[in-house]
């Protein structure tokens, strides 16, 4: 088993989630985050007064797979979420030892 973890532009989350529903993904945690890269920040505008924003809104996703299905899923996730610009994210693809379900105690595979 896998975890997937995706760190996307917020403008990409609905057509990157629709586009794993498309391929059967039923379940995916979505957080809001901050952080910053490359970019470092940005500058904005409030009451006339410019500063720099140290860290961007991102959107970060996880998900939970079999092995066989993580790199579908990863592909769907880097032609969804790419706009070929600086800020577009990053991909983690992590091991899962166990999963328990709480509710029934099932363990492994089935508890996804």
Known sequence: MKKIEAIIRPSKLNEVKDALSDIGIKGITVSTVQGFGRQKG???VYRAVQYK???VPK???EIIVGDEVADQIVEVILNTARTNNIGDGKIFILPIE???RIRTGERGPGAI
Do not use: Y
Request: hydrophobic share 50%; aromatic share 8%.
């Open 42 to 44: 940005h500058t904005e």
């Open 53 to 55: 924003a140290e860290f």
């Open 59 to 61: 959107i970060k996703l």
């Open 98 to 100: 166990e999963i328990i």
